[in-house]
């Protein structure tokens, strides 16, 4: 075989591999230049990024959890970090989400099923020496227990109730 | 952020001045290559100081600055003041191994390029960054894995009854992983007073800008700066990258210390210098030390390694001539005894060992042997190669959405087998032959997982395949300085008229 007849297949080999070299390059670029032009998930340009580096924790804390930071706001202005947070089973996988995340953010707060916080009549006090609360993600709903607890915030999307300290 | 800039910059600065000091004094200087010291300082550093907080864990010394700090700032000094393990010249290599086609130096616009190249990605990492760390670490495994160890690590004070219980409060995936990412995510606890959801990231996207210097340092090593520039960017693209930017997550972590490890192989093997060797194993420690996919590689790298011996008889000297340099190999196997000891004592187990399932890995396997569960893994393999875009936003809208380029790895692979017995007996055979082991064994993983595969592959095969990708790049980059030497040597033969004159080089 004379070389340049060697040289052919290694030649396409090349001239093939770089054709997809160069198509993703150009599919990257595109995709980087859109993210770029139509701003981050915030609508922030680079500039604005840039002039949010200092943005307090609150700031970026609210831009998370968005609607679910009322929430926050409440567990932690109403319950106790020894406190535990009974959940009715309602609530749909956003709700799922904002009680996996509130389990971290506002540790050593403790989320459990609503039978902790609020025990049949023959058991005794809930969790140790724990503070009860029930939080509920509809308002108006109802839940066994309801009449040893009082409502401590109620907006359109929760309400938060504290087990009455007799009631423990 | 918490955090000023005083301290942010004893945050970033410790870690990589201690791994300046370590990396020097196991014989490696910033003379090896400029640009990959920074990454190599920052991931030896990155692995000290989480030894070091391991060690403050085990004896459950309290967790504050002072004492973290002044633990690290003695480390520091040690490690610049030890004497240098290669005060002694290192005796040249005089063992010819398998050809290697240097890379040419490039034009003046291909070195020009590799520079924008490598400005570009950093400049990208950081944006990517600043968009990720406009929201705070609360969901997925950066907050359910690894930010949700660290939380309960901190809580505990130790490796202890009560880290148990945090870790069932905090409601952990999978408490028993390997502790690195959660050991920097608790360095920043140090600086931020308490637990945060904020700085932990920086620590995971330094790590990604060491990959990416890295990469570059290896990428240009083994191939023009033209091209070496085209593959940095594309490795810069990647889903895996951007994703290892965007959360505190371990992957860019392995991904890096698996890369690490190659390039110190390819390096030992070019120069026979032992402090390449030595390095290896300090990179093989970091990615166990990182990811359960760590011991992977390191049996992969492990059975490249035995391939290359077999064939290529200059390997086998090589390693002969290591001598006394083998004493640092059980590195990596005693931080994976380091690790297994932290979970005995915590009371977690792996999942794959039958920790949360009745059936481990090992009695899953024989029964899961059927060609429709490899139909099902070469599949996901297939779809994860060849998929160049993301779906439109995938319900995760803190990170940029790039291309995704594990089409890199598909051309490595690809373009590795079209000469198989060149591949064997030439200088990509180790590289080679560790990607391809990788992948077989991730597959032997999902052919035994206790979960519904899947399920399995849904969640997890483009992030662990993405791991491969930095390795599988450099794979990419051998092969087409090889073919682009061919090329030109052919081209030279052909337009002399010759045929019996000088051969492409290469085995």
């Known amino acids: 075989m004379t070389p340049r007849a060697r040289t052919w297949p290694n030649r396409w080999v090349l001239i093939a591999t770089f054709a997809l070299l160069a198509w993703r390059i150009a599919g990257s670029a595109a995709e980087l230049g859109r993210t770029w032009t139509r701003g981050d998930v915030f609508g922030r340009s680079f500039q604005e990024r840039i002039a949010a580096i200092d943005e307090p924790f609150d700031a970026r804390l609210r831009h998370s959890l968005r609607l679910g930071s009322r929430v926050y706001d409440a567990i932690l202005e109403h319950v106790p970090a020894n406190g535990i947070v009974g959940l009715t089973q309602r609530g749909g996988e956003a709700e799922f989400k904002l009680v996996r995340a509130l389990v971290s953010l506002t540790y050593p707060r403790r989320y459990a099923s609503l039978e902790e916080v609020l025990p049949g009549k023959a058991r005794s006090a809930p969790a140790g020496d724990r503070h009860g609360f029930v939080l509920t993600f509809a308002p108006n709903e109802e839940f066994p227990g309801q009449e040893r607890c009082e409502r401590l915030t109620i907006t359109p999307r929760f309400s938060l109730w504290r087990v009455k300290p007799e009631a423990q | 952020m918490t955090i000023g800039i005083f301290a942010l910059l004893i945050m970033l600065g410790a870690p990589l001045m201690l791994g300046a000091g370590i990396v020097r004094a196991i014989g490696v200087s910033s003379r090896d290559g400029r640009l990959a010291f920074i990454g190599w300082a920052w991931m030896a550093g990155s692995l000290a100081l989480a030894l070091l907080i391991d060690i403050a864990l085990w004896l459950e010394l309290p967790l504050r600055a002072t004492v973290i700090g002044s633990a690290v700032a003695a480390a520091i000094v040690a490690s610049w003041w030890f004497p240098r393990l290669t005060r002694r010249r290192e005796r ?331 591949t064997l007996r030439g200088p990509r055979c180790v590289v080679a032959a560790a990607v391809i082991f990788s992948l077989a064994g991730m597959a032997v993983i999902y052919v035994g997982t206790p979960h519904d595969v899947d399920w399995h592959l849904f969640f997890s095969v483009d992030r662990v395949l993405g791991q491969i990708v930095p390795a599988a790049t450099l794979l990419l980059a051998q092969t087409l300085n090889e073919r682009l030497h061919d090329h030109r040597a052919l081209r030279l033969q052909a337009f002399h008229g010759d045929d019996s004159g000088t051969q492409p080089s290469g085995p």
């Open chain 2, 92 to 422: 040249q290599a005089t063992i010819a191994t398998a050809a290697i086609a240097p890379p040419p130096d490039g034009s003046r616009f291909g070195r020009a390029a590799f520079a924008v190249a490598v400005v570009f990605v950093l400049f990208l990492t950081f944006d990517r960054s600043l968009i990720a760390n406009a929201s705070v670490v609360f969901f997925g495994d950066e907050m359910w894995i690894w930010n949700g160890k660290a939380q309960a690590l901190f809580t505990a004070g130790g490796f202890n009854a009560a880290l148990a219980r945090a870790a069932a409060e905090l409601r952990l995936s999978h408490p028993d992983y390997p502790p690195l990412v959660s050991h920097s995510a608790l360095w920043t606890y140090l600086f931020t007073g308490g637990v945060n959801f904020v700085e932990v990231r920086l620590t995971a996207q330094c790590t990604v800008a060491a990959l990416l210097l890295i990469a570059g340092a290896a990428l240009r090593r083994r191939v023009a700066p033209g091209v070496a520039a085209v593959l940095l960017f594309l490795l810069a693209t990647t889903h895996t990258l951007s994703l290892a930017t965007s959360r505190c997550s371990g992957d860019g972590y392995v991904a890096l210390g698996f890369l690490a490890a190659l390039d110190a192989w390819l390096r030992f093997e070019e120069t026979g210098a032992r402090r390449w060797w030595r390095w290896l194993c300090v990179s093989l420690a970091f990615a166990v030390f990182s990811k359960n996919e760590g011991d992977l590689y390191l049996l992969a790298l492990a059975g490249g390694i035995a391939v290359a011996a077999l064939f290529q008889p200059p390997i086998r000297v090589r390693l002969k001539e290591l001598r006394g340099a083998w004493v640092v190999a059980p590195l990596p196997l005693l931080l994976i005894g380091v690790q297994w000891l932290a979970n005995a004592r915590s009371g977690f187990a792996n999942d794959f060992a039958g920790g949360k399932h009745d059936d481990s890995l090992w009695k899953m396997l024989p029964g899961r042997l059927q060609s429709s569960v490899f139909t099902k893994i070469l599949g996901a393999y297939w779809t994860t190669m060849t998929t160049t875009t993301l779906p439109p936003n995938d319900g995760r809208p803190w990170f940029t959405q790039p291309s995704d380029q594990n089409l890199l790895m598909l051309l490595a692979l690809v373009l590795a087998l079209l000469a198989p017995r060149r």
